[in-house]
């Protein structure tokens, strides 16, 4: 069993997400090339050390530029904010080290296709590259997956995928980076919405071909994140900023094999935490699965009722490297499986999915949802690759 | 307590819900007015006459016309597909009679504002008319109402309604009426799209004003309604016909008070058989319904998890007519209801919702859709009365 | 088509409840037998003329007695509290009524075999005896029935049957009949475990051998039921009576074929309305249904997950006579399923079921399980008949 | 921070579940007390050392009497078969080693006290104790807790407590150490049925004071487990061995603070994987839970409906240390969440709970299970500690 370095751009949300499935993977599942977890990229010194030493990484680093040459990295993991995925990717990539990124691939399609085309290039030489859509390391997602590829379904009719958070119900809320369009490059759209699309062409095998799409920005002003609730109250005059970018997106479209899908991505459903919710109804069965209750995919065959599985047995995706039947997985688990299968890859010499490439293509399924939304909800065909 | 003579036209499906609501109305609720079920019309003297007879009619007509001289006749109960509905029910308003009307209100919106013109001449003289959405008196719907109306949901941010069946999935499956425009106006549109549309704004007591859609029809031939299924098999070549209505439709609007809102209809939902879903998130809370699922209604208060409510407390609408908690009520008692509360319209002198004039803004909702599914699903301004 | 007359006892909860069904069975089944609601009796003249007016039989008595004599009753329906249904029953048998009587049968194993007794007599002569045990006729439990029949569910290792209720929870609540064991013979043990004991045992096909039982009454003074909660908040001092009857019961089993099964009957199960709950576990597969989404049956097959089946399709038991898929039926459909079955019996000269002898079997596990509680818990074998 | 060195006995099912809990609660809990993973005991050198290295220990051993003497080995946490229990855990705490033990505590009474007395004897020397029932970590379990103690549920009238699998259903499954007395105690009582006792007293805060109980061996004799299912069916003779403990449990019993309580453990449940339900009832609300759905706590207030709250907000059991709501945990959580309890009691020098006296309560349960099951399931108080 061999070993491969990582270095960790960032620490946040993601950042200990993939900490927690870097130091977990070897044990789980035994992988051909084990992780050492060499780096941590931060941009304040003392809390890249802090993070480092807390989330299991050898050594911290204040710059991530650092990680390009270093000889114990070979692969560079990028968790910041999407405004900067396409420099630290573009430059991993052409420095020959495999690259895993989170997503949206990138705030722009100008930036994903840059990205996509780094990748292409550098995976002539063998390097690889990997979007984190986690979502398809779920386990009933990935054998809903495998459910549509063997046919259980028949042909494709409906998909209705929707991404539901509350998060920012409250006005007073503050103006985070997600509601900021220099930072986030879009809002629900981008941050959950690339995930409903992903998943749904995904599980069908299909593209969205075209869309028709409204976006909404509900509540337009905020407090700025750096007052405090408490101070808030006090002051006078709070100051506040615009909120730049959606605060939901709707959209209906094609599927490339015929099929009707809507989508929907929000964080104003109150009483939905983190509701990524898929629907496929074929010719021949249907599935339905909401992440807030991963563990299971209701599956009907020929419309005689949809049968909840519990998607935990040894021969489900990935379950079989965990525990028995019926002891569920949680969100951190998609990461390990998502990290083994890009090991599995590295060591094998095969690309992971999904790339760059598919990456781009949920970019491009934005882009359309943005242009459609700003020309009256006129129906927008998705760029080709 | 007084008697008021009812005569029924048809006797299919509606004509059987309305029959039982009939017979069971004085019973449960004890009406001002109790129902004297005069006289059943239908197009065929025998099966009209039988079904009088099973369906507990004192007679039997085989032109409906006869309704509108009969002194024994004040209410008429219009129970045929959509393209007699404007003709029967300006003759019966004219004549007099007040009027319930299968829904959709008509097959085209050109019917429906004549049918609404009618019933507002009527009403000057007394005469009442309503339009048979049931749904609005399955307990769980009103109650949805009486929440939004209260103020519990705050501002209503997202509403998600879908009419999912599954009855045409099979390409053998004939050509019946309901699959011709000629008779049926539209398919899952008008069918079960209309209930979505009317249900959503009953419950948000706000309007769709405008939309962005798109329809289907994915089995464009089949055979002819008279061709058995056994015979099919057998003959080297089945007659078949064209089916003229969509068999989904989905699209996405916006209300009144500045919420997004997505809608979906179709027959095609492998494993849905009669799933009228709701879903209204709000500032404060939400809800989500299923008509599958038709005693509960799920209700959530400031995002903290939604609650299974049985609607079949005493104070909840309807409920307390029927029977204990917990002893939930079926698909026919929500006609039963409705006729109940339009007895006490015509009985009190009030005017009873929804009113074809709801019914007529519910058409105009269909023709955007239409219109918009034509013009490459442009934002279409639904028209305003 | 034939007629046959009926005359009704009582005209509370149950006695509405069958009324709906005379009135209902006509129309929906067509059946061989159509019922004439002739005489209702009421032991207060006033009340039960006014009954009758509104639930739609021809006439009304003061002395149920009367019925035993009327030319224009051949079925004597019995819907009173459980002290008089032998008394009742056993005089409308020797008269040569068909007998149609309320559950359970009755309030001592002594009245149940009393009335066995005369049905057996009764029905050498063609009287035939039913006891109203109506949740038999719901269509999902009927196709529980059949699934285990056919074998779906291999050897059965485990019944789970509770009837769970909450609505004497408030200890202000009166001291009602149903809360006095000379009227109601037992508490929730006879009044909703008696269903939960008879749809084990038709369900599995099995009997129940023996039992090992606790029972309690928590709440052990309420006010008396005559005096009002407004008066009572004034009163210095209300007056009380004494709980005679079990608030709740628990027993555990062994079935005939060997499995094991626990019951549970209560009123105090907080936010269980009328949560008749029923799993069945086979070597095979499994069942498991609640009442309060009665139109579910959950199915499983060797153990690959639960499938929920909405039991209304035109081949499920009953469906096919009311709506189409997905227009579920409520609480008195199944009153209605009863009575066509148990006019088909009449009409085709066969005993319908479940008999007094099905009733008499149910009431010698109530009493099994009384003896236990008295005895420490003993497990103590149900009685043969 | 300091660090503290830890030793496990066992790297099957449960020293994996542990060693992926002691390797991720650092990061997760940022514990007072960080652990090394100094060694790592199983009974076969080469396999001990595969699974240390796997599992991330630093050395291995194959006599467990080595943790007793290291000086890096401060904690010593057993995950062996019940058998090993009793001698393993005295031998440690003796030794001065904080102990955290598996449960059922051991297999017998005799051995639980025992091991309790010696917990006794070391804590008075500063040395702790826990038994490992994980599920009171899992945060909806520990949030039923708070709000029993709060008060929100009122007076407790019942338990429904039942601990269902299916993984012995196949009679060819063959005679695991699960299934020989000798080795694991006894057989779905102690295995699964321990926990939903100790989840039960946990979650009310009340004993269990007496049971009334019926087991059973559904399949008495199964092939041993050396012979492998391609080999039994070509074999004309199939060595079997005898089933020597319960298939399934059931008794019923009362709670110290006069409420019912029915609980069920069996691995005959077709369909339930890992269903570890419960459910209680107050005078003032319900809770129920399922662990198969671990991440939900159904509530009820006041008979109002049971409300779904998803137990993943910052401010609920340990899920803050996590991911942000709607991002549910999985099984292996529990353990992390557990050992960060255990450390942070070592640290502060407090005793852990649940200690080895709470082990034994639940083993004084399940001796009064087994004494009234061979007494004709007379009631049988639970003798007091």
């Not at 990680?67 to 990295?73: A, G, H, I, S």
């Not at 986690?134 to 929707?162: F, K, M, S, T, W």
């Not at 499986?337 to 293509?361: C, K, M, Q, W, Y």
Request: proline fraction near 4%; charged fraction near 20%; charge should be negative.
């Amino acid at each position: 069993m061999g070993q491969i370095g990582v270095g960790l751009v960032g620490h946040e949300f993601m950042g200990r997400a993939h900490s927690h499935a870097w130091r977990s993977v070897g044990a789980v599942f035994g992988p051909a090339l084990l992780p050492a977890m060499a780096v941590l990229a931060g941009r304040t010194p003392d809390r890249a050390a802090a993070a480092a030493a807390r989330l299991g990484w050898a050594s911290a680093t204040a710059d991530w530029r650092d990680l390009l040459t270093r000889d114990d990295v070979q692969i560079i993991d990028i968790c910041t904010p999407g405004d900067s995925h396409a420099e630290i990717a573009i430059a991993a990539l052409e420095a020959g080290k495999h690259v895993l990124c989170e997503k949206p691939l990138a705030n722009t399609l100008a930036e994903a296709e840059a990205m996509a085309a780094a990748a292409r290039k550098a995976a002539a030489n063998g390097v690889r590259n990997m979007v984190a859509f986690n979502y398809r390391r779920v386990p009933a997602i990935a054998l809903a997956r495998r459910l549509v590829e063997q046919g259980a379904l028949g042909e494709i009719r409906h998909v209705r995928a929707q991404y539901l958070q509350d998060w920012i119900v409250d006005p007073q809320f503050p103006l985070v980076w997600r509601l900021r369009r220099e930072l986030a490059g879009s809002g629900a759209l981008g941050d959950i919405g690339s995930h409903a699309v992903d998943t749904a062409q995904y599980v069908t095998g299909q593209r969205l071909t075209g869309v028709s799409a409204l976006t909404e920005t509900f509540i337009k002003e905020r407090p700025l994140a750096t007052v405090s609730a408490g101070l808030a109250a006090q002051a006078q005059e709070v100051e506040t900023g615009t909120v730049t970018v959606d605060d939901a997106a709707l959209f209906i479209g094609r599927l490339s094999g015929g099929g009707l899908a809507s989508f929907e991505a929000s964080r104003f459903a109150t009483g939905r935490k983190n509701a990524l919710r898929l629907e496929v109804n074929g010719s021949l069965g249907s599935l339905a699965f909401d992440f807030e209750a991963m563990n299971e995919l209701w599956v009907d065959k020929g419309g005689t009722g949809f049968r909840r599985v519990l998607v935990t047995e040894p021969d489900h995706p990935y379950a079989g490297a965990w525990w028995p039947p019926g002891h569920g997985l949680g969100y951190d688990h998609a990461f390990t499986n998502e990290i083994a299968d890009f090991l599995d890859a590295v060591a094998s010499g095969t690309d992971p999915a999904p790339s760059f490439e598919d990456g781009l293509r949920v970019q491009r399924v934005l882009a359309a949802v943005e242009r459609s939304a700003a020309n009256g909800s006129m129906y927008t065909l998705v760029e080709e690759s």
